[in-house]
C-alpha cells in the first residue's frame, strides 16, 4: 500500500515542477514581450521568491519519493542496469534528474551570490526544459520500451 502513495506524492510533485519550468518557458518568454519592461522586472521577481520558498519542497518530495521507490522495488534491477530496457532507461532518467537537481543548486548560488542574470537565466531555463522533456518520455517509455 505504501508503493502507490509514494508513488503518487512523486507523480504530484513532478507535476508541480515540471508545470512550473514549462510556463516559464512557454508563457513567461512572450508575455516578456508584451509587458513594460518595469513591470516584467517586477512580475519575475514575485516569481522567483515564490519558486525559491516553494521549490526546495518540491524537489525534496520528488527526490525523496523517487529513492523511496527505489529501495523498495528497483534496487536488483539498478545494480545491473544494462541488462534490461527498463534498468537502462531508469538509470538514465535518474541520471538526467541528478544533472536537474545541479541546475537547481547552480541557480540558488548565483542568485545568493547576486550573480544571477537573464542569460544564465535563459540558459538554465531552456537546458532544464529539455531534461525534462527526455525525463518523461523514459519515465513513460521504460515501461513500454523493449530491446
Ligand atoms: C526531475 C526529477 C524527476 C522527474 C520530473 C520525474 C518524473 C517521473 C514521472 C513523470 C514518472 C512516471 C510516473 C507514472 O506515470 O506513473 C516517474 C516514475 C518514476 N520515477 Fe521519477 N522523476 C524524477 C526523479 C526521479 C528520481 C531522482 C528517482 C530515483 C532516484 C526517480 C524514480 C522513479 C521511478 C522508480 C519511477 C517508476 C515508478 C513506477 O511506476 O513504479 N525519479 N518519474
Given at each position: 500500500m505504501i508503493y502507490p502513495l509514494i508513488l503518487t506524492l512523486h507523480l504530484f510533485a513532478a507535476l508541480i515542477f515540471i508545470g512550473t519550468v514549462f510556463f516559464e518557458v512557454l508563457f513567461l518568454g512572450s508575455i516578456r514581450q508584451q509587458l513594460p519592461a518595469r513591470v516584467m522586472v517586477w512580475v519575475e521577481q514575485g516569481i522567483a521568491r515564490r519558486a525559491r520558498s516553494l521549490m526546495p519542497w518540491v524537489l525534496l518530495v520528488l527526490f525523496g519519493a523517487g529513492l523511496g521507490m527505489v529501495w523498495l522495488r528497483y534496487l536488483a534491477v539498478l545494480a545491473?542496469?544494462?541488462?534490461?530496457a527498463f534498468g537502462t532507461l531508469l538509470a538514465l532518467k535518474i541520471v538526467l534528474a541528478v544533472s536537474v537537481l545541479l541546475h537547481f543548486l547552480a541557480a540558488m548560488w548565483l542568485f545568493k551570490r547576486g550573480r544571477m542574470s537573464a542569460r544564465y537565466q535563459h540558459l538554465i531555463h531552456a537546458s532544464v526544459f529539455g531534461h525534462l522533456v527526455v525525463i518523461v518520455l523514459l519515465a513513460k517509455g521504460m515501461f513500454y520500451l523493449t530491446w
Open positions: 545491473s542496469p544494462l541488462t534490461s
